[in-house]
């Protein structure tokens, strides 16, 4: 496949500053990471346990960190 980093949890705390240069930018990506996480939970919950409610917030939740993810790297140069 490729060549796989040894210590991954090291490498992304290096690279982060390069790739997210603007404070803005940083705080979107710290929202959308844990909301699109949120929203696949209630996703993946809403199909076992049927609820459709849960799945309507989870897909809300998940299109909303990606558009807040969009935005973010917008902003970069």
Do not use: D, Y
């Not at 710290?30 to 799945?55: C, D, E, K, Q, R």
């Amino acid at each position: 496949m490729g060549k796989r980093h040894p210590n991954i949890p090291a490498w992304q705390w290096r690279t982060t500053p390069e790739s997210h240069r603007n404070s803005a930018n940083l705080v979107l990506q710290l929202i959308a990471g844990p909301l699109f996480i949120v929203g696949f939970l209630l996703i993946t919950s809403g199909v076992f346990a049927p609820s459709a409610v849960n799945v309507a917030i989870g897909v809300v939740a998940a299109c909303a960190a990606l558009s807040l993810q969009r935005r973010g790297h917008s902003l970069e140069a």
